[in-house]
Every structure is written in C-alpha cells, then in structure tokens.
C-alpha cells in the first residue's frame, strides 16, 4: 500500500502486553507500523501533549489510574490522534463510556489477532483523516463566502468612490491647466492631483481584491514578466537579499493581464523583503504543473489540469497558522502603522482568482515563506500589446463624440474636457438613451466615436457597444469604467485590442486615448 507511516503509542503498565502487540503488528508483514510503547499515565500524557502520533491504544488499567480517564485528558486538550481503548474483558458499560468519551473504537485483548487490530488501525487513521480533509474543505468554503461577501462589499465601494475620483481629478487638472504655475493656488491644484491619485490607486486595490477590475488578457509565457520586472525587482530588495530567478523551460502559455501579474510580483517580493529584515535569500521560480484531482478535492476553488506555475519563496521569519488564515483579508496586516495598508496580498489573492488561478501559501515561523500562484495554461497566441503614445501636448480635435454616462457629475466634467479639445459632444444619460439618439441620425450630425462607461442600469455599455457597431461597423469605440460586474465575461476582460480607459482619469488620459484611437 502507498500509504504514509503510521505512527502507533502504546499505553499499557504490562510489558507483556507490548510485546504481544508489538508480534501482532510484525505478523501484517508491513513495515510501516512504527510501535512506541510507554508504561504510566504521566509518561503518556507527556507524550500526547506533543502530538507525534498518528494513533493511541490505551490500556484500560494504568494503575491509579485509568485509561479512560486518559482518553478524557487527551480529548478535552484538543487531541487530534484517534485513541483506542484496549480491555482485559467485554464490558459494555466500560465500551459505551469510551465511545462517549470519544474513542475511536475499543478493543478486548483476548480477542484481538493481527487482522483485527491492522482493521481497527487502519479504519481509525483513515476515518480522522477523512474528518481532518472534511474540515480543511468547509474551512476553505467558509473562507471563499467571506472573501466572496468581502469583495462585493469593497467592489461596490470602490465602483461609487472612483466616480467621486474621476471628477476630483478632472476639476483640479482643468483648473491647474488654467492656472499659471507661478500662482500661489496653482501647488495646491497639484497637490489634490496627487492625493486624489493614491486614492485612486486604492480603489483600484479595492477593485483587484474584490475581481471587479476590467481587464486586458494576452497570452503570453510567464516568464516575459518576470524577467522584465528583474531590474525593478532588484532595486527594490535590500542589498543584503540575494534575489534568484529560476524560469522553467518549456514552459506553457497562460492569458493574463500582463500588468495585473507584474502588480501581483512586485507585491509578493516586497512583503519577501520585509520579512527578511537581516538579509536572506528570495527565490522566484517558474515551471509546469499538473494539479491532480486529489489536489483539486482539497482545494474549492481548483479545477484539475494543466497549469503554469509562479512560486515567491523567502528564508525569512515565516508566519504562524492564525496570521495564514487572514493573509488575504484586506486591510489586515501584522506591520507596523504607516508602513503598509493591509492590501498587498489581497490584491494578489483577486487578481490571481480574476485570472482562473489559484494561490497558495506555505509557511511556519522561522522557516521562511512560499507562495504558489497556478494559472490555467492556454494555446500559444499571438497578442501583441497595446503600444502607449507618450506626447508633452494634449492632442485636440473636431470630430463628434457620443459620449454615454449614468453618473451625472462624470458626465458633466467630461463634456466639459473634450468640449474644451475641440471636440462636439452629445451626451446620453444610459444606454437605452443613446439608442434613441443613434436612432435619430437625421437630426445629429455624425458620430466619430462612442465613449460609454461599461456598468449602466438597463443596457450596458458592451450590449450598447453590440448594437451600435451592427449598424455602425466602422465607429470608433472607447469604453470608460472603473468597475467590473457579470455583464463582462467569467474574467471580466474585453477583447483583445479594446480602447478602454479605467476611472479615474485624467484630463491628459482622455485626451490621448480618444485621439489615439481616432487616428487609428
């Protein structure tokens, strides 16, 4: 059998009886019984309390004592090892008090050959390995709901506060464009820039956590982000941190957001580091993995198959089991105030899950940290990245844009931008709204470009986008969102090459985007 060491301690005041055990167990003809025997009640109670024993058979007399009020002292102190109890003769009442007191089965020592006792054994290992494996999975499923109710929480949060964002933003760039600098209120326009956009980048956190962030998937080979992030991932470790990077070869495609996995490093290498206080070695590895259907059955939210492997390892201080079942909660962190806000590693955690993937971490104090991230593997692609256009001026025009946007203070700011680039906008207050506008083309003039934010009540804007392009094939297209819900798909991304800018945005993004993708 495949099965792992069974480690056995026998409690019994009769060395005889060791010893008859001790034949029984030779007589299987299997050497993975390991038989350990100890003689006293206060040897064994020693011995329970370190939990090195897979299984406990207990004599019912141990002099002053008895075994069943050993078997008591090992339950009440949380005893996770089945427990035996052994008797000179069948006694029913003595029985029944065992299996009330928590025995796993009972045994009359006249009675018992080498195929009862490796029966009786083996049913008690495997039955508390079954409830061991059973809780681990209800464990997980709890775990699942809550981060599941967590982030719809934080999602709808951060989907309200990244409108508020995106007119702050807006307002203060136009008003610091129309603000000479040697003004005194011009710093202080800039100072709300900058404080609105670390809010921002919480938000999107928030977003990332909670899989509501709207994203760009491409296929590629993992070990492009690593060794593209190697020499911003060298700068942020400390000198005393030997970094190794180890890509696998041959390694399959995944389809990633490349952004979001570079995010997801760089946070997992920084907590590395700031659990490496005094220096250590930080190890990132790619490889193939297959995961298993037994890896699948402990794990909810795993499907079993191919995967693409991202392992962070660090030797450094470790975390304990209390700190490993939080480690995902989001604004939880064991660092000290002002050094981190808590969303690192749930930001990790809902990128990871946005993806398909799965995370796992191992760990025990002082023996370093591990965290393993398994994507889906994919056919190989052929998506190229989206080529960013960096220009010092705003680029302006004259088309017309159909501009579509259920928040009325978004609205209103982000006429007021393109109107102020030259452009002509007609705005829409939803969906259904702008249908009636495209519907009377007669009365407008025409319409270069669609901008529409995604989530809108009664049509969203990709079934607006799916309308407007079957009667309109050659209209530009721009979606706008900070927010992501089921309308998208199972990942909540858009097709490869989609104009998309996520809120809140500035003034310099929207002009570049539209004029971007008007030229093209």
């Known amino acids: 059998m495949d099965d792992p060491t069974i480690r056995i301690l026998l409690v019994d005041d009769d060395e005889d009886d060791y010893l008859i055990t001790q034949d029984l167990l030779e007589d299987i003809g299997n050497d993975r019984f390991v038989l350990e025997w100890v003689s006293t009640y206060e040897q064994a109670t020693n011995i329970i309390a370190q939990n090195r024993h897979d299984l406990y058979l207990v004599d019912y007399r141990l002099g002053p004592h008895s075994g069943l009020e050993l078997l008591r002292w090992a339950m009440a102190g949380g005893c996770k090892s089945p427990v035996i109890l052994l008797t000179g003769q069948g006694d029913h009442r003595v029985d029944l008090e065992a299996m009330e007191a928590g025995a796993a089965d009972y045994l009359v020592k006249g009675q018992i050959n080498s195929q009862i006792l490796e029966r009786a054994i083996r049913y008690a290992v495997e039955r508390r390995r079954a409830q061991d494996d059973r809780l681990k999975l209800e464990t997980e499923l709890r775990q699942a709901q809550k981060m599941e109710a967590i982030g719809h929480m934080a999602g709808g949060i951060a989907h309200d506060f990244n409108n508020v964002l995106t007119a702050i933003l807006s307002y203060a760039s136009l008003a610091r464009r129309n603000v000479d600098p040697d003004h005194p209120v011009y710093g202080k326009l800039v100072g709300i820039e900058e404080s609105s956009q670390r809010a921002a980048n919480l938000t999107h956190q928030l977003l990332a956590f909670a899989r509501r962030q709207v994203v760009a998937p491409r296929t590629l080979n993992l070990n492009e982000v690593v060794l593209n992030l190697d020499k911003l991932l060298r700068r942020l470790i400390n000198a005393d941190i030997e970094l190794v990077t180890l890509p696998g070869q041959g390694l399959n495609y995944v389809k990633v957001d490349p952004g979001q996995m570079e995010q997801v490093l760089v946070n997992l290498v920084v907590n590395a580091r700031d659990a490496m206080p005094e220096g250590g070695k930080l190890t990132i590895r790619t490889a193939n993995k297959m995961l298993s259907p037994e890896y699948a059955q402990k794990h909810v939210d795993v499907t079993p198959g191919p995967y693409v492997s991202l392992s962070v390892s660090d030797t450094g201080m470790g975390i304990t089991d209390e700190v490993r079942a939080r480690i995902f909660d ?158 998208l798909s199972k990942q909540d991304a858009l097709e490869s090459g989609t104009a998309f800018i996520q809120k809140p945005f500035t003034l310099e993004v929207l002009a570049r985007k539209i004029r971007q993708v008007l030229d093209t």
């Open 330 to 487: 989001p604004f939880f962190t064991t660092k000290e105030p002002g050094k981190g806000t808590g969303l690192g590693l749930a930001t990790c955690y809902g990128i990871v899950r946005q993806n398909g993937g799965h995370i796992q971490v191992d760990s025990e104090p002082n023996k370093g940290t591990t965290f393993h991230i398994y994507l889906p593997c994919v056919a190989e692609g052929s998506d190229v990245p989206e080529v960013r256009e960096q220009t010092l001026t705003l680029p302006k025009g004259e088309e017309t844009i159909l501009l579509v946007e259920d928040e009325p203070v978004v609205r209103q700011i982000v006429t007021e931008l393109l109107e102020q680039q030259g452009y002509t906008v007609i705005t829409a207050v939803n969906g259904e709204d702008a249908l009636r506008f495209i519907e009377q083309e007669d009365r407008l003039p025409a319409i270069d470009l669609l901008l529409t934010d995604i989530v809108m009540p009664r049509l969203t804007g990709t079934a607006l986008a799916d309308k407007v392009k079957s009667r309109y094939p050659q209209i530009n297209i721009v979606f706008m969102s900070g927010y992501a819900d089921e309308s």
